[in-house]
């Protein structure tokens, strides 16, 4: 069972999650910036985590389990971004996971004609910036912080269980 402070910091994970989804939403929809394939990656991290908060709430069983499992999503996440980061700096060439296409699978002069009319958006190109810092930027240091916090809710979650 979780003490107050545990579940403190899953609902503010939670929080967190909920809050990076929606601007990631906003940001490509509303506003029209599309993001790459490695930022598409990068939101799996933060749908997983509402998911599995939510699953922790509800079974109220294995807790410490979820909260390692969360722990390995956002150092995921932070491996991610820094190879993103990496990539748009210029450190780490791009690799197929940014979505360079193979035109020699394309058969047909349509399909050919298709590939050219779509909108792909490389790795290495920041299209949108906040406070100058690329999503990937931002990323990283969320990733962090929510490693931070789970960090404390394990530890917090040890103390109640000696």
């Known amino acids: 069972m979780l003490n107050l402070k545990s579940s403190l910091y899953l609902k503010t994970i939670f929080t967190i999650s909920l809050i990076s989804i929606i601007t990631a939403y906003f940001i490509e929809y509303a506003l029209g910036y599309q993001p790459c394939n490695l930022c598409l990656i ?38 991610i971004s820094i190879y993103h980061l990496g990539i748009e700096q210029g450190f780490i060439e791009e690799s197929s996971v940014c979505g360079l296409k193979n035109t020699a699978e394309s058969i047909s002069k349509e399909e050919i ?24 930027s931002i990323n990283i240091f969320i990733s962090l912080i929510i490693i931070f916090i ?13």
Request: charged share 20%; glycine share 2%.
């Open 113 to 136: 004609l298709k590939q050219l009319n779509e909108i792909n958006i490389s790795c290495k190109d920041v299209t949108f910036r906040i406070f100058g810092l690329s999503l990937t």
């Open 150 to 162: 789970l960090t404390k809710t394990y530890i917090s979650y040890e103390k109640i269980k000696s």
């Open 42 to 79: 990068e939101r799996i991290p933060y749908g997983l985590s509402i998911v599995l908060i939510f699953v922790i709430f509800i079974i109220k069983r294995n807790e410490k389990f979820f909260i390692l499992l969360l722990t390995l999503i956002f150092t995921f996440s932070f491996l």
